[in-house]
């Protein structure tokens, strides 16, 4: 199966493609879409959702894993802007035909570090060593989207049993 994590942001959304062969993943790319915080608000989304619809496009992910808001920001209109561009990316995929999953940033950590706290360097390394690939988590958005898509391929296949976790009925949106 191909997976694609996307770790949304306004500045930087990072995406990753993986391919899932069971209990082995390997990477297919990675990248980051940017934009530029002087330009307005729609003009910045409309990059983002034109750049996931040209990755969705090119590279044909069967599913798609995106981060979900975390539970606390400090700021609420941090949430507000997250939330846009979570959800130009969720319409990017919905116009691709794709079920979307959501998975809280602590379940990523944890499935694919060992502890929901790992700091973004623990996060880089886990993926390399899963992947196989030094270098394949080169930035931490990166790096992000590599393990929600990992994330998804370890829940998909049951292996969010064995962290603790309950096993998740895998409806689109309900991870």
């Known amino acids: 199966m191909r997976i694609i994590g996307i770790d949304p942001g306004l500045v930087s959304t990072g995406y990753a493609v993986i391919d899932d062969h069971g209990r082995e993943q390997s990477p297919v790319e990675g990248g980051v879409v940017r934009t530029k915080p002087s330009e307005s608000l729609e003009k910045r989304l409309l990059v983002i959702y034109q750049d996931i619809k040209s990755v969705l496009e090119e590279f044909k992910p069967e599913v798609m894993a995106i981060e979900d808001l975390h539970a606390r920001y400090q700021h609420g209109r ?20 794709i079920p979307v999953f959501h998975y809280a940033p602590t379940r ?30 080169r930035n931490e958005h990166v790096a992000d989207a590599f393990a929600i898509a990992l994330c998804h391929a ?6 969010g049993l064995l962290t603790g976790g309950e096993k998740l009925k895998l409806a689109p949106g309900s991870a």
């Open 154 to 159: 370890m829940m998909s296949s049951g292996v």
């Open 78 to 97: 941090t949430a507000i802007l997250m939330g846009h561009a979570r959800g130009v990316v969720c319409m990017a995929g919905a116009e691709a035909g």
């Open 108 to 137: 990523v950590k944890n499935l694919t570090t060992g502890s929901g706290k790992a700091d973004k360097e623990q996060v880089q390394r886990a993926v390399e060593a899963r992947l196989g690939v030094e270098g394949a988590a």
